[in-house]
């Protein structure tokens, strides 16, 4: 089965540094890949998929993930952080041919400085 | 556009009472999922669909039941709640190829 792992479940950037959030996920074959935010007492939602030959993904927010198939690897950036940017962030990871089995990484909060 | 829709949204228990959950989605999906987050633990998996009638076992399946009697509700039950499934309860829906939607979560405490 496939799963993921979110390097660090806290991360701290100033206002205006980069943010960047680890994923690594466990399959040889490349899966389909998702970031989703959560922000306090919300359900989480898209930010950005992977899921066809593109590996460089934007997504909303000015995020943006690259897929690196020899580092299985789907790290999540934004160039200049966001005091809104402050939320709960997790990979996701599906088998192309079982795409119904829907598993996620453990979570990394982001919190902003001014 | 309701989107996916989970009532309740708050919930508090005694142990060994029963309650259901109920999910229901408006967007002609065909999977559909119960997940629960937990603190450092991220979303686990409870039981899953992939279509009307069928329902399968996810990671952490014990204590829960669920039924998919129409391809638009998700019912999730536990018929005697602990203290261990004080937890907050997320369902999700999906197309085939594409990306899970969410509902609001459901808060549910057990005392």
């Known amino acids: 089965a496939q799963s993921v792992t979110q390097l660090g479940s806290h991360v701290s950037v100033s206002e205006g540094a980069l943010v960047l959030l680890r994923c690594n996920y466990s399959?040889?074959?490349?899966?389909?890949l998702f970031w989703y935010v959560q922000y306090p007492n919300q359900g989480l939602q898209l930010l950005l998929k992977?899921?066809?030959?593109?590996?460089l993904v934007k997504g909303i927010n000015g995020f943006e993930a690259e897929f690196k198939k020899s580092e299985t690897s789907f790290h999540l950036t934004k160039p200049s952080a966001h005091m809104s940017d402050a939320a709960e962030y997790f990979c996701?990871?599906?088998?192309?041919?079982?795409?119904?089995?829907?598993?996620f990484g453990a979570g990394t909060t982001v919190t902003v400085r001014a | 556009n309701a989107g996916v829709t989970q009532t309740p949204k708050f919930r508090v228990l005694k142990t060994g009472q029963s309650m259901t959950l109920l999910c229901a989605q408006d967007m002609n999906h065909e999977y559909m999922y119960w997940y629960r987050q937990d603190p450092g633990m991220g979303l686990r998996l409870i039981h899953y669909?992939?279509?009307?009638?069928?329902?399968a076992k996810g990671e952490v399946p014990d204590g829960y039941n669920v039924s998919r009697l129409k391809k638009q509700n998700f019912l999730l039950g536990l018929e005697s709640a602990a203290p261990s499934q004080t937890s907050v309860y997320f369902c999700?829906?999906?197309?085939?190829?594409?990306?899970?939607?969410f509902g609001q979560g459901t808060r549910l405490t057990v005392v």
């Open positions: 399959s040889s074959v490349p899966p389909y």
């Open positions: 996701a990871v599906s088998d192309r041919s079982n795409d119904y089995k829907l598993s």
């Open positions: 992977y899921t066809s030959a593109a590996t």
């Open positions: 669909s992939v279509g009307e009638g069928t329902t």
């Open positions: 999700a829906s999906k197309l085939r190829g594409t990306e899970a939607f």
